[in-house]
Structures are given as structure tokens and as C-alpha cells.
């Protein structure tokens, strides 16, 4: 996929989080997400941190969580969730609309790979469904199986071979796991989540 095909995508999915997160209620907001010990807040802050991200507040926080990569992503997206009310964090979304920043080391790959899954993260709890576009999953799929972190996605699911039911994707070798590209891409991130749509031999050897 061509690089402004992705960002448009990654405008639209987060266009599309705005305006589900502008439609919670502060119950809502307060919900555990499937990340444990994140809230929707959380989750919500840290999607639109992507665009604001600036190396030496980042290299502060990694200092901050002693080099600790995931613990940092956490205790930002705590720090953002405490100092940003939800409509706050709502307008975020609305002034970084088309922004083509990214954090340092990352592509624009990244980003949307971000938005798709964490919107799933938002979603599901709330009892939400929310489609991912094909295409763009697609994409997300092949950043995530190409880099080792911090998804671990070829070490994780060695010894299986994921094959997408609606899209022309495959990766990995052994028993078929099979399903929606969406399905697969939560997979890969790590999550379980989608694990009931996803098919064949290789599902019991998760």
C-alpha cells in the first residue's frame, strides 16, 4: 500500500474513534478496556499521542520507566488520560485530523496499525462492533509480522500458519489458523479477543 493510501486510512480510522469517543458516556469513559489495567480513557489518550510525540519527552519517559519499553507506553497514557478530561481528549483528535507526524523509528504503518487495534480495544468492552477496512488491516497485518517489536508476532505464533478468509494475506508455516484479516491482526498484536471467529488445526496450538 502507498504511503498516503495508509495515512488516509489513518485519518479516517481516527476521525471514526472521535466521533464513537464523543458518543460515551463518563461511565463509559471510566470502562476497562481489553488492556488490563487500561480504561477507555487510557487507550483513547494514547492513540492521539502518536501525532504529539516529541524525542526528548520520550526519551525523559523512557528514562522515567528505566528502559522498560511497554511500562512507558502505560504510564504516558496514564499521565495523558490524568491530565486530559475526554473532551479534551476528543478535540485532540480533531486538531491533529491529517497529521502525517509519527514517533521517531516508526513508518506511518504504525499509526494506523495503532488506531485499528485500540479502537478494537474501545469497542469490544462497550459492546460496540466496529468493522476494520480490509485494506487497511491488510497493512497492518504485514507491518506487524515484519517487525519484531514490540508485538513479537513471529515468535509468538511460531509454528502456525495464519490465512485470511476475506483478503489475499497469509503468514507462518504449520496447522491454518483462519479468519478475517481483522481477527488476525488483533492476533497478532497479541490479543485473544477474536480468537472465537478464527478457525483450523493451528487455533488449538495458541
Given at each position: 500500500m502507498e504511503t498516503e493510501e495508509i495515512w488516509r486510512y489513518?485519518?479516517?480510522?481516527?476521525?471514526?474513534?472521535?466521533?464513537?469517543?464523543?458518543?460515551?458516556?463518563?461511565?463509559?469513559?471510566?470502562?476497562?478496556?481489553?488492556?488490563?489495567?487500561?480504561?477507555v480513557h487510557d487507550v483513547a489518550a494514547h492513540v492521539i499521542s502518536s501525532p504529539q510525540a516529541r524525542v526528548l519527552p520520550v526519551m525523559v519517559g523512557m528514562a522515567r520507566a528505566r528502559g522498560d519499553f511497554n511500562r512507558f507506553v502505560f504510564e504516558e497514557a496514564r499521565r495523558a488520560a490524568s491530565k486530559y478530561s475526554a473532551g479534551e481528549v476528543v478535540a485532540q483528535y480533531?486538531?491533529?485530523?491529517?497529521?502525517?507526524?509519527?514517533?521517531v523509528g516508526t513508518t506511518?504503518?504504525?499509526?494506523?496499525?495503532?488506531?485499528?487495534?485500540?479502537?478494537?480495544?474501545?469497542?469490544?468492552?462497550?459492546?460496540?462492533?466496529?468493522?476494520?477496512?480490509?485494506?487497511a488491516a491488510r497493512a497492518a497485518a504485514d507491518r506487524i509480522w515484519s517487525k519484531s517489536f514490540p508485538?513479537?508476532?513471529?515468535?509468538?505464533?511460531?509454528?502456525?500458519?495464519?490465512?485470511?478468509?476475506?483478503?489475499?494475506?497469509?503468514?507462518?508455516?504449520?496447522?491454518?489458523?483462519?479468519?478475517?484479516?481483522?481477527?488476525?491482526?488483533v492476533?497478532?498484536?497479541?490479543?485473544?479477543?477474536?480468537?472465537?471467529?478464527?478457525?483450523g488445526k493451528g487455533v488449538a496450538l495458541l
Open positions: 489513518v485519518d479516517i480510522e481516527r476521525a471514526g474513534l472521535a466521533e464513537l469517543l464523543s458518543g460515551l458516556t463518563a461511565a463509559e469513559w471510566a470502562t476497562p478496556s481489553v488492556c488490563p489495567g487500561w480504561t480533531r486538531r491533529f485530523a491529517g497529521s502525517r507526524r509519527h514517533p506511518p504503518a504504525d499509526p494506523l496499525l495503532d488506531v485499528l487495534i485500540h479502537t478494537q480495544d474501545i469497542a469490544l468492552p462497550l459492546g460496540i462492533r466496529r468493522e476494520m477496512p480490509v485494506e508485538f513479537k508476532a513471529r515468535k509468538r505464533l511460531v509454528g502456525v500458519r495464519l490465512v485470511a478468509s476475506d483478503t489475499d494475506w497469509s503468514a507462518g508455516e504449520g496447522p491454518e489458523i483462519h479468519g478475517p484479516i481483522s481477527a488476525l491482526l492476533l497478532l498484536s497479541g490479543r485473544r479477543i477474536t480468537t472465537p471467529s478464527l478457525k
